[in-house]
């Protein structure tokens, strides 16, 4: 991954979406991922060969997930 440090704040309404560029001549084609929120959206460009990298993604994103499940339940007012 090049280098880009940043912090933006995930929202309930926060969308992510998936778009395929399927290969051309001259381009072996890649996937984007976008998250995209009220002011900002952020794109990632994954090319073949990086599969791997999408899914340990995921798994952290999920692990990020299950913290806030517990977080929600331990809470109060059950609120995150």
Do not use: C, W, Y
Not at 56 to 79: F, H, M, V
């Amino acid at each position: 991954m090049k280098t880009l440090t940043t912090t933006a704040h995930l929202e309930a309404d926060t969308n992510s979406r998936v778009s395929l560029f399927g290969p051309t001549s001259g381009d072996e084609g890649f996937v984007s991922l976008r998250v995209e929120g009220e002011f900002v959206e952020l794109s990632l460009i994954a090319r073949p060969g990086t599969a791997d990298a999408l899914r340990a993604l995921a798994r952290a994103a999920e692990e990020a997930a299950a913290a806030l499940d517990q977080i929600a339940k331990t809470t109060p007012d059950g609120d995150a």
